[in-house]
């Protein structure tokens, strides 16, 4: 299993950005598909984006598409997510999670082995 560390959150006004970083441990973070995800209080935990391992392919919620940007540097073992022009509705607390399976259209969260600890990113109106 790879261990990951998310950072990045914070408190910003609506129309803010925001990055999030997640660090991977171990020397094959290249094996693994990436992906972030989000909880927000009351609700159930819902994908945001996913990055196949060697970044090519990408996949994004509908909810953040235009506006959110995965992206990984495995050199560095650590996997991105640019938040753009933040809304209220993007407050929630964000997990990184890796996936030993290749990238598809469409992996969700079964697919995801190993997960972060989460940070918190809390979006003012």
């Known amino acids: 299993q790879v261990q990951l560390v998310e950072s990045g959150g914070g408190l910003v006004q609506a129309g803010g950005s925001l990055r999030l970083s997640c660090a991977a441990s171990?020397?094959?973070?290249?094996?693994?598909?990436m992906g972030w995800f989000r909880q927000a209080p009351g609700k159930e935990r819902e994908f945001v984006a996913s990055?196949?391992?060697?970044?090519?392919?990408?996949g994004y919620a509908e909810s953040v598409k235009g506006r959110f940007t995965i992206s990984r540097d495995n050199a560095k073992n650590t996997v991105y997510l640019q938040m753009n022009s933040l809304k209220p509705e993007d407050t929630a607390v964000y997990y990184c999670?890796?996936?030993?399976?290749?990238?598809?259209?469409?992996?969700?969260?079964?697919?995801?082995?190993?997960w972060g600890q989460g940070t918190q990113v809390t979006v003012s109106s």
């Open positions: 999670a890796a996936s030993s399976r290749f990238w598809r259209n469409g992996i969700g969260d079964a697919d995801f082995g190993s």
């Open positions: 171990g020397r094959t973070f290249s094996s693994y598909a």
């Open positions: 990055i196949s391992r060697s970044g090519s392919s990408t």
